[in-house]
């Protein structure tokens, strides 16, 4: 996929930078409250920790005499009490934090999937879906465990390491000192290799997306996989991607397990040199065994703070990586967006149209003009065919109705709005598309003929499938309208998938209707039960009509004939064969083939 970069920090920041994750820090701050309270209970808890070395220190010191049962007991309760204020904080820090994490993540997941919704079709032209569909997955669950888990445990231990600090000074200023100077050589490590595991991070999140927007892409085409015997070549495949991402994968595994084995043989290196110096202080009567206890707990701690942090070091360097990608994406602005003041459109609609001197190609391949110096315009209420070989740009020109696209040149009006000036949410509301592989989600039949209206009643969405000749084998479906066609469709047929397409364009109502190649999936009888719907909702509304079976455009108004990105001929049916030039020799082609049917249509409609 080629990646698209932004204009922002990070789009700036280097790949798998800890910068990445600062596009993120709103998300945070809407939640101060529930931080402030994770935050007072991560202080009690560590308090409550930092209470044992004392209490140690006092029982050493004083003995295990008889006479002293009673301030044993008296300490051992006290103790009790100091564990039960550290396992209630403890819990209270743990569904604080962790329910943080999957709340800024669930944020972070929507406005994501709404950003994606808004970006121009060019973006999705480069882009693979797996592939995002990976970073709103496993990139966001990545950032959960930062803000959730990780989290936790860096503030945990980042007050723990303080607090034992401060306390081992106040023990012993001199067996300080020299863990003291342990943690520069402890931490340098820690600051060195961060870059390098979050490389490996990122590379690692990069090839597991691979693997993903294969696997997107083959799942959902497995009837062709499995009608073409391509089952084995298509497991090879994707054990190749997933392999590629297991080597990354255990590349940044291994970076993170020696920065491990470092950081916790130094920190607790460095315990084990204390307690033999410590030890020495003792026989010479410098300090109290007690007080070396004491001391040596809080260095414990201290030197397991340091050690948790190290490990979560390596989980927030592989969050930023995911931060990276999923930065990236935010940071794209949408090509097609509304300018900051949109022209309006005229109201009531008219629903006019009109090209006029329009260039164009696809980002994508941008070295070839699809569309050169075309211009037509199409009144309110007129029906326009266009028609032509394969690869003339027909469907461009829907394209760029609807503002998928802007011209490289030229302009497009509705109602005599320039669209680059209007907002494209406004000029979509006024046109009904019927492509010709039409998409159906997995929802119920109801749903998706209400994917334009979704507030239409029951009695508008069968009053739109009866128009679309689809109410015959909805009401014969287990559960009539409410029945599940699943992924895609695949329940359906292609001419019922059609028909639901078509339904849905009626129930939008809108002024300007599109059909590109609207009955091409439908057989004989259902075709004309479509056409006569269609003709009765084409009526003093704008229809554009794209086709290649030219029997069902003999009635238009007009028909325009597009060659190589440009229309070579204009006219009624009737004119345009005695013309006898592109269209004449395609409808020769055609009918002729098609035999009487066709041939009776053509001779109706002259």
Known sequence: ????????????????????????????????????????????????????????????????????????????????????????????????????????????????????????????????????????????????????????????????????????????????????????????????????????????????????????????????????????????????????????????????????????????????????????????????????????????????ALGQLSEVVNEISAAAGAAGRLSEILAIAPAIAAPAVPAPLPRPARGSIAFERVGFRYPTRDRDAVVSDLSFAVRPGERVAIVGPSGAGKSTLFQLLTRFYDPTDGRVLVDGVDLRDADPAAVRARIALVPQDPAIFSASVADNIRFGRPGASDEEVRAAAERAAAWDFVSAMPDGVETLVGERGTTLSGGQRQRLAIARAILKDAPILLLDEATSALDAESETLVQRALDEVMRGRTTLVIAHRLATVVTADRILVMQGGAIVEEGTHGSLLARDGLYARLARLQFDAQGPRASSSAAAAE
């Open 1 to 304: 996929m080629k990646r698209n970069r932004g204009t922002g920090d990070a789009a700036r920041a280097p790949r798998g930078s800890l910068k990445a994750l600062k596009p993120l820090l709103p998300y945070v701050r809407r939640y101060r409250g529930r931080i402030a309270l994770g935050v007072l209970a991560l202080a009690v808890a560590s308090a409550a920790t930092l209470v044992v070395p004392e209490a140690v220190r006092r029982l050493v010191d004083f003995g295990f005499s008889e006479d002293r049962a009673g301030v044993i007991n008296a300490y051992f309760s006290a103790m009790v009490a100091v564990v039960a204020v550290l396992a209630l904080a403890s819990g209270a820090r743990y569904y604080l934090v962790m329910t943080l994490g999957e709340r800024i993540v669930a944020d972070l997941r929507s406005d994501l999937y709404a950003h994606l919704t808004r970006l121009d079709a060019g973006f999705f032209d480069r882009s693979q879906t797996g592939e995002l569909v990976s970073r709103l997955t496993a990139d966001t669950t990545q950032l959960k465990a930062t803000f959730g888990s990780s989290a936790s445990v860096v503030l945990r231990n980042l007050f723990l390491f303080v607090g034992a600090v401060a306390m081992m000074v106040e023990s012993s200023p001199k067996l300080s000192g020299f863990v003291l100077l342990a943690i520069p050589v402890i931490v340098l490590p820690l600051v060195l290799s961060g870059r390098g595991v979050r490389r490996r991070s990122r590379a690692a999140q990069d090839r597991l997306a691979d693997a993903m927007s294969f696997a997107t892409e083959n799942l959902g085409a497995m009837r062709t996989v499995q009608a073409f015997g391509a089952e084995g070549v298509s497991t090879a495949r994707f054990d190749r991607a997933v392999e590629g991402s297991y080597r990354a994968s255990a590349l940044a595994s291994r970076a993170r397990a020696l920065l491990t084995v470092v950081a916790i043989f130094l920190a607790f290196g460095s315990v084990v040199g204390v307690l033999w110096f410590g030890a020495h202080e003792v026989i010479a009567g410098r300090m109290s065994g007690g007080l070396l206890s004491q001391f040596v707990l809080y260095a414990v701690f201290g030197a397991s």
